[in-house]
């Protein structure tokens, strides 16, 4: 569904359709029983002790929602201050906002998702979608929140959230541009930073404590937000400055505590052995769960934010794959690629192809470059590589062609790539019916990737990082299938 039709929402049957329900069953779902009968409830622990309600949609509602935000999705363009719940960034890229500033002000807003309600989730549409009648607005809104409210788990919640912000992310992006500071936001947490002192604008600054200026505080309640005045901090360069948990001193990093309980873990396991270890976490530390989870998921948003190139990442990785994921019985699938591994899958390539791989390694690192140009380049470069492992098996440029057929034909690329696999079985060519068949995955991939070409606007080292893995899965399978064997 594309934009216009989504504006073209405006009567019931019409928001119906595009749920792809019929209008009597979507009435009967949103006001044949009481909406709370649709959700289950639960808390989990926040990290201050305190509980975080959950409210998780089931049965239809789950699905309608699931139909609506691909539909807002496709209407909705978020600001280039707005990371979270927003594909391509993450607290990465929040952060990168604020790196090697004077001061740092985290601001957080009070009962976020709670306040708010209905009423406002129903004013939000009747806004947004030119032409939609007031039933339809109230039925969005039905199907949106529970309680009053948007609860938190459904996945409609944080798209909504972020508009309804639009006018608060408007109005802060004014205000720190008057006096040339740096703004972004990640759902409820707020982050302003700049050089020289802290602007009056925001507040002042008095014996460790920040009072914020009536100005500032104006700006949330207009909006209709408070801001909880016990998360309200600031700091300066000479102290550890977080944005949304990370570290932002000098560059983005985790912070020292992060990596000590990570090596700590791994020490364990190495001295104890994995069983011991799992008693040792769970009893010591209260821990819930798979310790090799616990560790593998660390890694990973270790990755996410130091880089899969970093040595540091790269040290624990091989700790972790040595005493826990190549374990002997260990058929978990946790092992990561290291750096290592890389090097000697690329060594094992045909030259050719291989020093494009390596191109691709170098766009991706060049910093004469913008990383937009670079990441670009780099999804050039592995286009040209599959189209080349297409052309070196088929020995017809005209497979390409006929892969790149226009979707006017009404047939996928899956369906080209099943109808050349068996005709390649046909005659013979195994290893090239294998390839046929991997190939709708690659360009899947690829097509995802290259969908992001806004790269200036999103966090540079995940998207480098999704492009990193890509490379390695497309080599490995390569790898797997013998094509690059040297005859």
């Known amino acids: 569904m594309d934009e216009s039709q989504i504006t073209n929402i405006c009567t019931f049957d019409e928001l119906a359709n595009a749920l792809e329900i019929e209008p009597s069953k979507l009435r009967y779902i949103l006001w044949g029983k009481k909406p709370p009968s649709y959700y289950s409830r639960f808390t989990i622990p926040k990290a201050n002790g305190t509980k975080r309600q959950i409210s998780a949609p089931q049965g239809p509602i789950k699905v309608l929602q699931y139909r609506l935000l691909r539909i807002l999705n496709a209407y909705y363009s978020p600001k280039r201050v707005v990371h979270g719940f927003t594909k391509g960034r993450s607290i990465v890229s929040n952060a990168n906002s604020h790196i090697n500033k004077n001061w740092v002000v985290n601001i957080d807003i009070k009962d976020f998702f709670p306040s708010i309600n209905f ?25 949106t929140s529970v309680f009053n409210s948007l609860p938190q788990g459904a996945p409609t919640s944080p798209i909504i959230s972020n508009m309804i912000c639009s006018r608060l992310d408007r109005d802060l992006m004014d205000f720190a541009r008057q006096d040339n500071i740096k703004y972004s936001r990640y759902a409820d947490d707020i982050t302003l930073s700049g050089d020289g002192a802290v602007r009056s604008s925001i507040g002042e600054y008095s014996n460790g404590l920040l009072v914020l200026s009536s100005k500032c505080i104006k700006i949330f309640n207009d909006n209709g937000f408070q801001i909880n005045s016990d998360k309200v901090r600031v700091s300066f360069k000479y102290r550890r400055q977080e944005v949304t948990g990370l570290v932002v001193n000098s560059k983005i990093n985790v912070s020292r505590k992060y990596i000590r309980n990570l090596r700590a873990l791994l020490h364990n396991i190495e001295t104890l052995g994995l069983s011991e270890a799992q008693e040792l976490y769970t009893e010591k530390y209260h821990g819930r769960g798979s310790l090799q989870s616990y560790i593998h998921g660390k890694l990973l948003f270790l990755r996410m934010v130091r880089g899969s190139s970093d040595n540091l990442y790269d040290r624990l990785v091989n700790s972790f794959n040595l005493n826990i994921a190549d374990r002997p019985g260990n058929d978990s699938n946790t092992h990561l690629p290291t750096r290592a591994e890389i090097k000697a899958i690329l060594s094992r390539l045909d030259p050719s192809y291989g020093n494009r791989y390596h191109r691709i390694w170098r766009e991706l690192y060049d910093e004469t470059d913008s990383t937009g140009e670079n990441l670009k380049t780099a999804l050039y470069l592995m286009r040209e590589v599959i189209g080349g492992l297409i052309r070196r098996f088929a020995k017809n440029e005209s497979v390409e062609n006929y892969l790149n057929l226009s979707p006017n034909l009404r047939i996928t690329r899956l369906q080209r790539c099943k109808y050349l696999s068996e005709k390649s079985l046909a005659t013979g060519e195994e290893r090239l019916a294998k390839l046929f068949m991997y190939i709708p995955g690659y360009y899947n991939d690829l097509n995802k990737l290259h969908s992001l070409e806004i790269v200036d606007k999103v966090d540079v080292k995940v998207l480098v990082d999704k492009v990193n893995e890509l490379i390695i899965e497309v080599v490995k399978s390569i790898e797997m299938l013998e094509l690059f064997r040297l005859s």
């Open 119 to 143: 009423g406002r989730v129903r004013g939000l549409f009747l806004k947004s979608f030119p032409g939609m009648t007031k039933e339809s607005a109230t039925a969005i809104a039905q199907l």
